[in-house]
């Protein structure tokens, strides 16, 4: 059993219900975004808004994909990592999430979604979560939107149900997350109503560039939105990548298995009217975990009956804390991270790696054979008792 099997929250004197907004950004990894890469301007809007926002220097995926990374920032936990997956079939979550537990303490929830809804069952997901609503593309207006990959539209198309729902429901406490799909491959980011940028003589990069630069003006699109409603100074807003993004710097494209920075390292920030006013940095390691127990303390709700593993970002996480990672497809990788070292085991499939990061964020320089065989041993069977004890706490399916 999940130590949160049975968790439910308690007010507390300080407790405030302010509203609570997560914004995903799709396959948008930390570097292509400009708060993390200054050089790159792809995402002006989300730079100006770091300046007032927290700001989680390295944070993480646990899994690569995007409906893992949703069911990590709703549920707190780690996503199931062997077949079969159970998040998007009945009870097949083994703890309240986050709008489960909200809508207990009177928060209406709702999930938009610019793709099609068979787009990784997020329907069953959505139910299982706690949201009450739902939203994804085929309630939506299309008209003049561009496709912008080969199950979506521009993200803008969320915008009208937002502002319909918002002003049914602003008048109490809700928890709304909004599903971008723009990042994703085919990256048809060119040629839109908002034009076009050149960042890079590549054209497939220059494309999925183009891509974030159309999330960043959504992001904006929909804070206007909430300030035009009179929702903005109420609202916690929490904006994350949900996985990161190869272009081949390791011999693969995509996201699944891409085990490397490029494909887990992705951004985060909270931002909140009258908190972080200076921007505030957390330095030490954190991921997808984290949001869950970072948003209740927000709320100043405590946690009782049960205990997630991640912690609030309102302080730093434990020098000591060591990371977790699996590929999305079984038995291919599995890795580590333990201060500025990564460890990266691939089932045999190809060599063991290990890189330290502080000097090689690249990770271009294998320092495997520079260890011994029981340190490298330890920190294989390390990794394989943390994905035992992940997938003991799910159901069998």
């Given at each position: 059993?999940?130590?949160?099997?049975?968790?439910?929250?308690?007010?507390?004197?300080?407790?405030?219900?302010?509203?609570?907004?997560?914004i995903?950004?799709?396959?948008?990894?930390?570097?292509?975004?400009?708060?993390?890469?200054?050089?790159?301007?792809?995402?002006?809007?989300?730079?100006?808004?770091?300046?007032?926002?927290?700001?989680?220097?390295?944070?993480?995926?646990?899994?690569?994909?995007?409906?893992?990374?949703?069911?990590?920032?709703n549920?707190?936990?780690?996503?199931?990592?062997?077949?079969?997956?159970?998040?998007?079939?009945?009870?097949?979550?083994?703890?309240?999430?986050?709008?489960?537990?909200?809508k207990?303490?009177?928060?209406?929830?709702?999930?938009?979604?610019s793709?099609?809804?068979?787009?990784?069952?997020?329907?069953?997901?959505?139910?299982?979560?706690?949201?009450?609503?739902?939203?994804?593309?085929?309630?939506?207006?299309v008209?003049?939107?561009?496709?912008?990959?080969?199950?979506?539209?521009?993200?803008?198309i969320?915008?009208?149900?937002?502002?319909?729902?918002?002003?049914?429901?602003?008048?109490?406490?809700?928890?709304?997350?909004?599903?971008?799909?723009?990042?994703?491959?085919?990256?048809?980011?060119?040629?839109?109503?908002?034009?076009?940028?050149?960042?890079?003589?590549?054209?497939?990069?220059?494309?999925?560039?183009?891509?974030?630069?159309?999330?960043?003006?959504?992001?904006?699109?929909?804070?206007?939105?909430?300030?035009?409603?009179?929702?903005?100074?109420d609202?916690?807003?929490?904006?994350?990548?949900?996985?990161?993004?190869g272009?081949?710097?390791?011999?693969?494209?995509?996201?699944?298995?891409?085990?490397?920075?490029?494909?887990?390292?992705?951004?985060?920030?909270?931002?909140?009217?009258?908190?972080?006013?200076?921007?505030?940095?957390?330095?030490?390691?954190?991921?997808?975990?984290d949001?869950?127990?970072?948003?209740?303390?927000?709320?100043?709700?405590?946690?009782?009956?049960?205990?997630?593993?991640?912690?609030?970002?309102?302080?730093?996480?434990?020098?000591?804390?060591?990371?977790?990672?699996?590929?999305?497809?079984?038995?291919?990788?599995?890795?580590?991270?333990?201060?500025?070292?990564?460890?990266?085991?691939?089932y045999?499939?190809?060599?063991?790696?290990?890189?330290?990061?502080?000097?090689?964020?690249?990770?271009?320089?294998?320092?495997?054979?520079?260890?011994?065989?029981?340190?490298?041993?330890?920190?294989?069977?390390?990794l394989?008792?943390?994905?035992?004890?992940?997938?003991?706490?799910y159901?069998?399916?």
């Open positions: 059993r999940a130590p949160a099997a049975r968790a439910d929250l308690a007010e507390t004197p300080g407790t405030e219900k302010r509203n609570v907004v997560l995903h950004l799709e396959s948008t990894r930390a570097h292509a975004t400009t708060p993390y890469h200054n050089d790159l301007e792809t995402t002006p809007f989300l730079e100006e808004l770091a300046r007032e926002s927290l700001l989680a220097d390295r944070y993480y995926t646990v899994v690569p994909h995007s409906s893992e990374a949703v069911a990590s920032v549920c707190g936990i780690p996503p199931r990592l062997v077949s079969p997956t159970t998040e998007a079939e009945p009870g097949g979550i083994p703890v309240p999430c986050l709008p489960n537990l909200l207990e303490e009177g928060y209406a929830t709702v999930l938009f979604q793709s099609t809804e068979h787009f990784e069952n997020f329907r069953g997901r959505t139910t299982n979560f706690g949201y009450e609503e739902y939203y994804p593309l085929e309630t939506m207006e008209r003049d939107a561009a496709k912008t990959n080969y199950f979506g539209y521009e993200d803008d969320m915008l009208e149900p937002s502002e319909e729902w918002l002003k049914e429901h602003g008048d109490e406490p809700f928890l709304a997350e909004y599903l971008l799909g723009t990042g994703h491959h085919d990256y048809q980011c060119l040629g839109t109503g908002y034009g076009q940028e050149d960042f890079s003589e590549d054209d497939l990069i220059n494309r999925y560039l183009n891509c974030m630069r159309l999330q960043d003006i959504f992001v904006e699109n929909l804070m206007d939105q909430y300030k035009e409603l009179g929702l903005y100074e609202t916690i807003f929490v904006i994350y990548g949900d996985h990161g993004e272009f081949g710097e390791h011999g693969r494209d995509g996201h699944n298995d891409t085990i490397w920075e490029e494909g887990l390292k992705v951004p985060l920030l909270i931002h909140a009217p009258g908190w972080f006013e200076n921007g505030e940095r957390v330095e030490g390691l954190s991921n997808h975990t949001v869950l127990p970072t948003v209740l303390e927000m709320l100043s709700y405590e946690i009782q009956n049960g205990e997630y593993p991640g912690y609030s970002l309102l302080r730093e996480p434990p020098d000591d804390r060591t990371l977790f990672f699996s590929c999305w497809f079984e038995d291919q990788c599995l890795a580590s991270i333990e201060g500025t070292e990564k460890y990266i085991y691939h045999g499939n190809r060599p063991d790696e290990l890189f330290d990061l502080s000097i090689d964020p690249s990770e271009r320089e294998n320092l495997v054979d520079e260890r011994s065989e029981e340190e490298i041993d330890e920190r294989r069977q390390d394989l008792a943390w994905r035992s004890s992940v997938d003991a706490t159901p069998t399916g």
